[in-house]
């Protein structure tokens, strides 16, 4: 059985959003058990009317405190013992869960990753990871928040988790490996991806092909795409607002004259499907790789949704024992060095 521990309290539409997102995730696979994190009293309440084998895989653990954006995120979580962000990352770090999942502070829950969770011994800085929607399929980005400063060698590190990943739950036996840079030629970039391209080439074990660009990001240009965290952020941030805009001109189109709403009539249901394979709530979320266990973080906004495949997406990570295939690999690289 895999035990995922789930942040009720996070998130914008906390709690019933999360609920019934963790509803649908037990229903999909029997294999997990869900150790919910909050008020008690308001948990309990909530899943009274769930059906008792379901149930049966449920535990409450009673979190009264609840970390807000507005906290210092390390000086939150160092307070609030018993947040459920903080509770949450303890189990993990103790066995007791395999995962912990939130939509709650985002800061607090990178902080709790790394500050409670842990890193994996040899990983200088955990890289925040998320498959992101291309022309040709999902592919890996990262880091997309967590390091903002980074150094060379941590993100040939990054590259290494991107590559574990894909062949272990993706399923992709040589991914493709690209590094962010503002251009493919190879004198252009700062100091910071310029050292770490020559470290990149020198590696054997991974198939790395240069830099990438950010208008060949959403082309799918590489099955894995590594950057620091201010550069990967931005990418993705402009690449969900350009999303919004075209749709929201689409939309105006579409409802300025009867013949162009006799068209949305048309083309709605494909254009609805076809939206769905790109949307981010399939994902679930990004994850904190490089951890003693881990951590999933959500959207702030996350609908139930986004929650279930968080959870779901969980599951497989530590079903594909994803992060013992990362902790053999930096093991096997400090015996190198």
Same mark, same amino acid.
């Given at each position: 059985? %895999? ?8 998130? !914008?539409?906390?709690?019933?959003? $999360? ?9 999909? !696979?029997?294999?997990? %058990? ?7 009293? %308001? ?6 009317? #769930? !059906?008792?084998? /379901?149930?049966?895989? *449920? ?6 405190? &609840? ?8 000086? +939150? &979580? ?7 962000? /903080? @509770? ?12 912990? *999942?939130? =939509?709650?502070?985002?800061? =607090? *829950? ?6 409670? *969770? ?29 390091? /903002?400063?980074?150094?060379?060698? #941590? ?5 290494? @988790? ?8 993706? $399923? ?33 074990? @991974? ?15 590489? !099955? ?85 495949? +968080? ?20 093991? =096997? ?5």
């Amino acid at each position: 059985m %895999i035990n995922i521990a789930l942040d009720v309290m996070g998130g !914008d539409n906390c709690p019933q959003c $999360n609920l019934k997102g963790a509803l649908e995730a037990l229903k999909s !696979d029997d294999e997990i %058990i869900l150790h919910l994190y909050g008020p008690e009293d %308001i948990i309990s309440s909530e899943i009274a009317s #769930w !059906d008792k084998d /379901v149930r049966s895989r *449920v535990t409450v653990v009673n979190a009264q405190e &609840v970390i807000t954006t507005e906290e210092s995120p390390a000086a +939150a &979580v160092r307070k609030k013992k018993n947040s459920s962000i /903080v @509770m949450g990352a303890r189990a993990v770090r103790e066995g007791r869960c395999d995962a912990l *999942v939130s =939509a709650g502070s985002s800061g =607090a *829950v990178l902080a709790a990753g790394q500050l409670i *969770v842990g890193r994996l011994p040899g990983v200088h800085r955990p890289p925040l990871a998320s498959m992101i929607p291309t022309k040709k399929g999902f592919k890996l980005f990262l880091d997309l928040g967590a390091n /903002v400063d980074a150094r060379p060698e #941590w993100l040939v590190q990054f590259a290494l @988790m991107g590559k574990l990943y894909m062949q272990r739950v993706q $399923n992709i036996p040589d991914p493709e490996i690209r590094l962010m840079n503002l251009g493919v030629e190879e004198e252009k970039g700062n100091a910071l991806t310029k050292a770490a391209n020559e470290l990149l080439r020198a590696r054997s074990d @991974m198939n790395y092909a240069g830099y990438i660009e950010t208008r060949d990001v959403i082309f799918g240009g590489a !099955d894995v795409i590594v950057a620091d965290a201010f550069t990967g952020n931005a990418v993705l941030k402009t690449m969900e607002s350009t999303v919004e805009f075209v749709l929201g001109i689409l939309k105006e189109v579409l409802k300025s004259s009867l013949s162009t709403k006799l068209a949305a009539l048309a083309i709605m249901g494909p254009l609805k499907n076809k939206m769905k394979e790109f949307s981010s709530a399939e994902q679930g979320g990004a994850m904190l790789l490089g951890l003693n266990g881990l951590v999933m973080k959500c959207h702030g906004n996350a609908e139930e949704l986004d929650i279930k495949n +968080a959870v779901l997406k969980s599951a497989r990570f530590i079903r594909e024992g994803t992060g013992d295939i990362i902790r053999e690999a930096f093991a =096997a690289e400090n015996t190198v060095r």
